[in-house]
């Protein structure tokens, strides 16, 4: 069994994909769902008129704008390995989601567009990444397009991001002169428009990295100078190095297009080849806990309400780090102590989910959720008693005041509110004495979700007035008098009933601090 077990958990791969909204990364994430047959036909996320959504875009509001705000997951089986994907929101908003997403993942894949380089948020996310030293892929996208010089792409990612990178293959032309990519690692050459060369994809080279005999593309301008490029790269470039790409101090680049779906199988197959098995994880107290520990436990990064409006059902999404989970296993939730019996539990391909029977570490599952679980909640089996490290949280910066419209309509003002609120992505707090809602986030979309997510999934139309920008500071509640409260500071209750103050303003928290020196003021991240 132990065998059977190493073999399962070596054969995963679970990686998350990370970019700027609109560098491709839905468009990617279908590609590779096709590759791996879970998809029949890849519909681009722009084609709004013919109701061809993307795939992992699932929520309303994504369709409507086109945009990623939840994290979707989707599994699929790819020359002898089980992949797990996780789509994550591109959105600057969404950020929190995010980082949390890649707490459950062995590697990411960055995807940048040609034509913008590198930006802001890909710089933000990839820190992430740096942080936990996840090997990290980049795939320079929208070949078909006019984008910026290949060495200009390199030299900014060497720099801004301060990584080293070593080109797995090079662009030959781009847009509409666009006549394939040179791929140094396979020593070929993958062709653009096989229909020109007799249809004929691939291209092998001889030793010295060249076309051997007569080939049209050998007669083009472009070929030579293409040679030029990537004998400059291999003189002056860095050495290829899985034990640096393992670390996360390498990254191998790939060019291509996940419009066209040009270069993304081969970036699949190498990706795949070179992309870590499932680690260990790390628990509270600092011991690391094998994936292949026989007991099962996971921990909780996500949750999700809603996924099917029909049936008002909550998801929390685990990643399985040790163990092999079996349906209608007992498992006890460590925050509580509690045993729950796992009897309801899916794997999923975005908007389509089936009923999984087992699974095993690196794989991620889904539990139906009654109000059990919070974000960052480990369950385990056994002797294991394990509590993992916890999860990023984020200081909300903009803050909403928040009524149903309709008197009526107060029992499923306060259901939406509460399950909303336990997805993570906004907070919620209560003033004290009167009890009125407010709601903080990390950035303005997050509120609009919200409304809509309101209207439509729990029927109540909320009043929100907005309180502008405020600096939230937890205090310790032994030390709390209610006559710090002031004009330039509101006292409110978290969820969980801890006490904090809204600041007007940087200049109001001083105040507070010369006028209190010994009350201490704690922010989240």
Same mark, same amino acid.
């Given at each position: 069994?132990?065998?059977?077990?190493?073999q399962?958990?070596?054969?995963?791969?679970?990686?998350?994909?990370?970019?700027?909204?609109d560098?491709g990364?839905?468009?990617?994430?279908?590609?590779?769902?096709?590759?791996?047959?879970?998809?029949?036909?890849?519909?681009?996320?722009?084609?709004?008129?013919?109701?061809?959504?993307?795939?992992?875009?699932?929520?309303?509001?994504?369709?409507?704008?086109?945009?990623?705000v939840?994290?979707?997951?989707?599994?699929?089986?790819?020359?002898?390995?089980?992949?797990n994907?996780?789509?994550?929101?591109?959105?600057?908003?969404?950020?929190?989601?995010?980082?949390?997403?890649?707490?459950?993942?062995?590697?990411?894949?960055?995807?940048?567009?040609?034509?913008?380089?590198?930006?802001?948020?890909?710089?933000?996310?990839?820190?992430?990444?740096?942080?936990?030293?996840?090997?990290?892929?980049?795939?320079?996208?929208?070949?078909?397009?006019?984008g910026?010089?290949p060495?200009?792409? @390199? /030299? *900014?990612? #060497?720099? =801004?991001? $301060?990584?080293?990178?070593y080109p797995?293959?090079?662009? %030959?032309?781009? !847009?509409?002169?666009?006549?394939?990519?040179?791929?140094?690692?396979?020593?070929?050459?993958?062709?653009?428009?096989?229909?020109?060369?007799?249809?004929?994809?691939?291209?092998?080279?001889?030793?010295?990295?060249?076309?051997?005999?007569?080939?049209?593309?050998?007669?083009?301008?472009?070929?030579?100078?293409? @040679? /030029? *490029?990537? #004998?400059? =790269?291999? $003189?002056?470039?860095?050495?290829?190095?899985?034990?640096? %790409?393992?670390? !996360?101090?390498?990254?191998?680049?790939?060019?291509?297009?996940a419009?066209?779906?040009?270069?993304?199988?081969?970036?699949?197959?190498?990706?795949?080849?070179?992309?870590p098995e499932?680690?260990?994880?790390?628990?509270?107290?600092?011991?690391?806990?094998?994936?292949?520990?026989?007991?099962?436990?996971g921990?909780?990064f996500?949750?999700?309400?809603?996924?099917?409006?029909?049936?008002?059902?909550?998801i929390?999404?685990?990643?399985?780090?040790?163990?092999?989970?079996?349906?209608?296993?007992?498992?006890?939730?460590?925050?509580?102590?509690?045993?729950?019996?796992?009897?309801?539990?899916?794997?999923?391909?975005?908007?389509?989910?089936e009923?999984?029977?087992?699974?095993?570490?690196?794989?991620?599952?889904?539990?139906?959720?009654?109000?059990?679980?919070?974000?960052?909640?480990?369950?385990?089996?056994?002797?294991?008693?394990?509590?993992?490290?916890?999860?990023?949280?984020?200081?909300p910066?903009?803050?909403?005041?928040?009524?149903?419209?309709?008197?009526?309509?107060q029992?499923?003002?306060?259901?939406?509110?509460?399950?909303?609120?336990?997805?993570?992505?906004?907070?919620?707090?209560?003033?004290?004495?009167?009890n009125?809602?407010?709601?903080?986030?990390?950035?303005?979309?997050?509120?609009?979700?919200?409304?809509?997510?309101?209207?439509n999934?729990?029927?109540?139309?909320?009043?929100?007035?907005?309180?502008?920008?405020?600096?939230?500071?937890?205090?310790?509640?032994?030390?709390?008098?209610?006559?710090?409260s002031?004009?330039?500071?509101?006292?409110?209750?978290?969820?969980?009933?801890?006490?904090?103050?809204?600041?007007?303003?940087?200049?109001?928290?001083?105040?507070?601090?010369?006028?209190?020196?010994?009350?201490?003021?704690k922010?989240?991240?």
């Amino acid at each position: 069994m132990e065998e059977q077990l190493k073999q399962a958990v070596d054969a995963r791969r679970t990686f998350a994909i990370i970019s700027h909204p609109d560098a491709g990364k839905t468009t990617i994430t279908e590609q590779l769902l096709l590759f791996g047959g879970a998809i029949r036909n890849a519909g681009t996320v722009k084609g709004k008129k013919t109701g061809n959504f993307a795939k992992s875009d699932w929520m309303e509001i994504e369709k409507q704008r086109g945009i990623s705000v939840t994290s979707s997951v989707m599994q699929f089986d790819f020359d002898g390995k089980r992949v797990n994907i996780l789509d994550t929101p591109g959105h600057e908003d969404f950020s929190e989601d995010t980082y949390r997403t890649l707490m459950a993942v062995d590697a990411a894949v960055m995807v940048v567009d040609t034509a913008k380089g590198i930006e802001a948020q890909t710089k933000k996310l990839f820190q992430v990444c740096r942080m936990r030293g996840i090997p990290i892929f980049t795939f320079m996208n929208k070949l078909d397009r006019d984008g910026r010089e290949p060495l200009d792409l @390199l /030299e *900014e990612l #060497e720099e =801004v991001l $301060e990584i080293d990178s070593y080109p797995m293959n090079w662009p %030959i032309g781009m !847009g509409k002169g666009l006549e394939g990519i040179y791929d140094l690692f396979h020593n070929r050459i993958e062709l653009y428009h096989p229909e020109k060369y007799d249809g004929e994809r691939f291209i092998p080279l001889n030793e010295a990295g060249e076309i051997e005999g007569e080939h049209a593309l050998a007669k083009d301008s472009i070929y030579s100078q293409v @040679l /030029e *490029e990537v #004998e400059l =790269v291999r $003189e002056a470039g860095n050495e290829f190095d899985e034990a640096a %790409i393992a670390a !996360g101090e390498l990254t191998p680049v790939f060019f291509g297009s996940a419009l066209t779906n040009f270069g993304v199988e081969t970036f699949l197959e190498t990706f795949l080849q070179f992309a870590p098995e499932p680690s260990e994880h790390k628990t509270q107290e600092g011991e690391e806990i094998s994936p292949y520990e026989e007991d099962f436990s996971g921990f909780v990064f996500k949750i999700q309400a809603n996924m099917n409006p029909a049936h008002r059902d909550r998801i929390a999404f685990v990643r399985i780090c040790s163990g092999e989970f079996e349906r209608g296993m007992d498992v006890f939730l460590e925050r509580t102590g509690k045993k729950i019996k796992l009897a309801n539990v899916t794997q999923f391909m975005a908007d389509t989910r089936e009923n999984v029977e087992n699974a095993v570490a690196g794989d991620i599952i889904g539990l139906y959720d009654t109000g059990n679980y919070q974000i960052g909640d480990t369950i385990y089996t056994g002797k294991l008693k394990v509590a993992y490290e916890e999860l990023p949280q984020f200081t909300p910066e903009m803050f909403m005041k928040v009524t149903a419209k309709n008197v009526l309509k107060q029992k499923s003002f306060h259901k939406g509110m509460e399950q909303l609120v336990q997805e993570g992505a906004i907070q919620m707090y209560k003033t004290y004495h009167t009890n009125d809602y407010i709601i903080g986030a990390v950035g303005q979309l997050q509120f609009e979700v919200f409304q809509h997510r309101m209207l439509n999934e729990y029927n109540t139309e909320v009043i929100m007035t907005p309180m502008g920008k405020k600096t939230a500071r937890w205090i310790d509640p032994e030390v709390l008098d209610e006559k710090m409260s002031s004009s330039r500071n509101i006292l409110v209750r978290d969820r969980f009933d801890q006490p904090l103050f809204l600041f007007e303003n940087e200049f109001a928290m001083r105040w507070f601090n010369d006028k209190y020196p010994d009350v201490e003021l704690k922010a989240l991240l």
